[in-house]
Protein backbone atom coordinates (compact mmCIF):
# COMPACT_ATOMS: atom_id res chain seq x y z
CA UNK A 1 0.00 0.00 0.00
CA UNK A 2 1.10 3.18 -1.08
CA UNK A 3 1.13 6.21 2.11
CA UNK A 4 -1.48 8.10 0.52
CA UNK A 5 -4.00 5.32 1.07
CA UNK A 6 -4.34 7.21 4.40
CA UNK A 7 -6.01 10.15 3.09
CA UNK A 8 -7.91 8.11 0.92
CA UNK A 9 -9.40 6.17 3.73
CA UNK A 10 -10.15 9.32 5.48
CA UNK A 11 -11.83 10.65 2.41
CA UNK A 12 -13.68 7.71 2.08
CA UNK A 13 -14.87 7.27 5.81
CA UNK A 14 -15.92 11.00 5.81
CA UNK A 15 -17.99 11.22 2.87
CA UNK A 16 -19.46 7.84 4.24
CA UNK A 17 -20.13 9.85 7.94
CA UNK A 18 -18.84 6.55 9.51
CA UNK A 19 -17.55 7.74 12.74
CA UNK A 20 -15.99 4.65 13.45
CA UNK A 21 -14.18 4.18 9.97
CA UNK A 22 -12.71 7.72 10.54
CA UNK A 23 -11.41 6.98 13.96
CA UNK A 24 -9.43 3.58 12.25
CA UNK A 25 -7.59 5.74 10.31
CA UNK A 26 -5.45 6.75 13.11
CA UNK A 27 -3.15 5.07 15.24
CA UNK A 28 -4.58 4.32 18.73
CA UNK A 29 -2.56 7.38 20.18
CA UNK A 30 -2.63 9.50 17.01
CA UNK A 31 -2.72 13.13 17.38
CA UNK A 32 -5.20 15.44 16.06
CA UNK A 33 -4.86 18.88 15.53
CA UNK A 34 -8.55 20.63 14.94
CA UNK A 35 -7.93 23.86 15.42
CA UNK A 36 -3.98 25.65 14.97
CA UNK A 37 -2.26 25.54 18.61
CA UNK A 38 -4.94 22.62 19.80
CA UNK A 39 -4.35 18.65 20.23
CA UNK A 40 -6.19 15.96 20.90
CA UNK A 41 -6.32 12.24 21.14
CA UNK A 42 -8.58 9.14 22.01
CA UNK A 43 -12.23 9.92 22.52
CA UNK A 44 -11.23 14.00 21.91
CA UNK A 45 -10.13 13.09 18.68
CA UNK A 46 -13.12 11.17 17.84
CA UNK A 47 -15.47 14.39 19.16
CA UNK A 48 -13.60 16.70 17.38
CA UNK A 49 -13.96 15.00 14.38
CA UNK A 50 -18.05 14.49 15.03
CA UNK A 51 -17.82 18.21 14.45
CA UNK A 52 -16.25 18.28 10.80
CA UNK A 53 -18.57 14.80 10.59
CA UNK A 54 -21.74 17.00 11.30
CA UNK A 55 -21.58 19.81 8.66
CA UNK A 56 -22.99 16.75 6.66
CA UNK A 57 -20.52 18.07 3.30
CA UNK A 58 -18.28 16.16 1.69
CA UNK A 59 -14.76 16.28 1.83
CA UNK A 60 -12.25 16.48 -1.49
CA UNK A 61 -8.39 15.69 -1.07
CA UNK A 62 -5.81 16.31 -3.41
CA UNK A 63 -2.62 15.06 -1.96
CA UNK A 64 0.53 17.57 -3.15
CA UNK A 65 3.66 15.90 -1.73
CA UNK A 66 4.07 12.59 -0.42
CA UNK A 67 7.63 11.56 1.01
CA UNK A 68 8.32 7.70 2.86
CA UNK A 69 11.04 6.18 4.58
CA UNK A 70 11.46 3.67 6.61
CA UNK A 71 7.45 3.13 7.70
CA UNK A 72 6.82 6.82 7.87
CA UNK A 73 5.82 9.20 5.88
CA UNK A 74 4.68 13.04 5.60
CA UNK A 75 1.62 13.76 3.82
CA UNK A 76 0.61 17.31 2.28
CA UNK A 77 -2.98 17.48 1.32
CA UNK A 78 -5.51 20.20 0.15
CA UNK A 79 -8.57 19.56 1.05
CA UNK A 80 -12.43 21.64 0.54
CA UNK A 81 -15.19 20.75 2.91
CA UNK A 82 -17.79 23.20 2.07
CA UNK A 83 -16.41 26.64 1.92
CA UNK A 84 -13.71 25.83 4.30
CA UNK A 85 -10.32 24.84 2.44
CA UNK A 86 -6.65 23.94 3.87
CA UNK A 87 -3.65 22.18 3.73
CA UNK A 88 -2.75 19.26 5.86
CA UNK A 89 0.46 18.70 6.89
CA UNK A 90 0.43 14.94 8.42
CA UNK A 91 2.33 12.06 9.57
CA UNK A 92 1.59 8.33 8.81
CA UNK A 93 3.15 5.52 9.77
CA UNK A 94 3.09 1.87 8.17
CA UNK A 95 1.14 -0.92 10.53
CA UNK A 96 2.11 -4.79 10.59
CA UNK A 97 -0.76 -5.28 8.77
CA UNK A 98 0.35 -2.92 5.72
CA UNK A 99 -2.40 -0.17 6.57
CA UNK A 100 -1.04 3.43 6.57
CA UNK A 101 -2.58 5.31 9.79
CA UNK A 102 -1.92 9.07 11.33
CA UNK A 103 -0.06 9.41 13.44
CA UNK A 104 -0.34 13.14 13.55
CA UNK A 105 -2.88 14.65 11.46
CA UNK A 106 -3.03 18.36 11.33
CA UNK A 107 -5.58 19.82 8.55
CA UNK A 108 -4.10 23.45 8.92
CA UNK A 109 -0.68 22.17 9.14
CA UNK A 110 0.35 25.49 7.27
CA UNK A 111 -1.10 28.19 9.31
Same mark, same amino acid.
Given at each position: MH !?? &? *??? +?F %?? +?F =??? @? %?H %? *? @???Y? !?????V??P???????A $??? %?N?R? #???? #???Q #? =?????Y????IA?L?? @?????D???? +???? +? $???????? $???? @??P??? &?
Open positions: !PV &S *VAH +A %AA +A =NAK @D %A %A *V @DAVE !PQGLFPEGRTVTAA $RQA %AQF #LDLG #LPI #L =NPRHVEHDGLIV @DWTIGVTGT +ATDV +A $RKGADGRW $RYVI @DNFGV &S
